[in-house]
């Protein structure tokens, strides 16, 4: 008889086919030498005074804690030599505008609500969905087409978007050092 298996390692949860499936799990070299700094992961167990009987309060204080906590990222506590603390990343910034020959007459119209983001470069359009070596940071754009990626780890990086209705597209961009 064997033993269950009670737990999972960060790295399988993360990297494994536990959320991404055999196409995108990471494959690394012979001799090929990869490190990314994972977390830290935050899990917030929240509890009611009524015994749960009001489950919107319960959803309500847990997307009010999730929102304090993105405002203290990046986390300037942990100490391992591979975590960028906030001094050692950058902002990107932009406006996103799409050309559509029906909607916008041939002119360029801002990208309302795109998700941008930036991600290892691939070479081909909508590669970021299969690339786990690398970071990636997203951010959804403004009415306006306007978007900012803060947090952002120095390197090079695609900018990938997608707006409902279009097609993905990509460039690179190197955020200064």
């Not at 919107?56 to 204080?61: I, K």
């Not at 940071?137 to 990086?157: E, K, N, P, Q």
Request: proline share 7%.
């Amino acid at each position: 008889m064997t033993p269950p298996r009670s737990t999972l390692t960060e790295a399988e949860v993360f990297l494994g086919t536990h959320y991404t499936g055999i196409d995108i799990m990471l494959n690394l070299g012979d001799g090929e030498y990869w490190k990314k700094v994972m977390g830290p992961v935050f899990i917030y167990l929240n509890s009611s005074p009524n015994n749960g009987s009001d489950i919107r309060a319960f959803w309500d204080d847990a997307k009010a804690q999730a929102r304090a906590e993105a405002g203290k990222w990046p986390y300037s506590f942990p100490e391992s030599p591979g975590f960028a603390k906030a001094g050692d990343r950058g902002t990107v910034t932009g406006t996103l505008l799409v050309r559509d020959a029906f909607a916008s007459k041939g002119g360029d119209v801002p990208a309302a609500t795109a998700f941008v983001g930036l991600a290892a470069p691939g070479g081909q359009p909508g590669s970021w969905a299969t690339q786990c070596k690398g970071y990636q940071f997203w951010t959804r754009a403004t009415a306006s087409g306007r978007f900012s990626i803060g947090g952002v780890r120095a390197g090079t990086y695609s900018l990938d978007a997608w707006v409902p209705g279009f097609l993905s597209s990509e460039t690179t961009c190197t955020p200064p050092r």
